[in-house]
């Protein structure tokens, strides 16, 4: 199982948002190229970066630091947010040499666009699934579709994609455990490569969700807030 930190980019400051609510924001680290660059050196691999502010309007704000990020520091970069375009996802993808870029709302609201990306770029393309009491939720969690979770992985699966970010809205950024249930059933039922995303607390939910069959799982407020030990767990994963 790969661990994901995540830098969540808004404003240009890196910062984590209370369940998804942008009034509800604590800013960790001015300068996200120094942060990431701490990760890289705890010995990550990847990392996760979402742009808050293109999630909620559709128009790229922070790829600036995303491409910094990618080129200076070599990380595998997974990002997310207001992927809405081709022009969009070729620049992140074939410009700034990202690993791979997620596509969420855009996913659900255009298809089409989501069908050509993933038969051009592949497992370049991720689907980012964010629910909010089983069912998916879009324009940066802001409204909710009538659309379950697990039934629309599995649309995704038959057009070609091969991994999913499966978030729990309502335990992101709580530190109360993850969904390990609803992860394990995402897991089972579609046989993607889920990386799974919300509600990590300690090293133990990290070694917990690991037996849901997961690929991978996205850690942020429990590691800025000193509750994980990002090194112990990358060893012991």
Known sequence: ????????????????????????????????????????????????????????????????IIRDISVKTGLKVDTGGGIRNMDTLSRLIEEYGVSRAVLGTSAIKDPEFTKEAILKYKEKVGIGIDARGGYVSVDG????????????????????????IFTDIARDGMLTGPAFDATREMVERTGLDIIASGGIGSDEDILHIKDSGCAGVIVGKAYYEGKVDLKKCLQSV
């Open 1 to 64: 199982m790969i661990i994901l930190p995540a830098i969540d980019l808004l404003g240009g400051k890196c910062v984590r948002l209370r369940q998804g609510r942008y009034d509800d924001v604590t800013v960790y680290n001015d300068d996200p190229v120094a942060q990431a660059q701490v990760f890289k050196d705890m010995g990550c691999e990847w990392i996760h970066i979402v742009d808050l502010d293109a999630a909620r309007t559709g128009v790229p704000a922070n790829h600036g």
């Open 141 to 164: 969690w802001m409204n909710d579709s009538t659309v379950l979770a697990t039934d629309f992985a599995l649309k995704m699966k038959e057009i070609g994609a091969k991994t999913v």
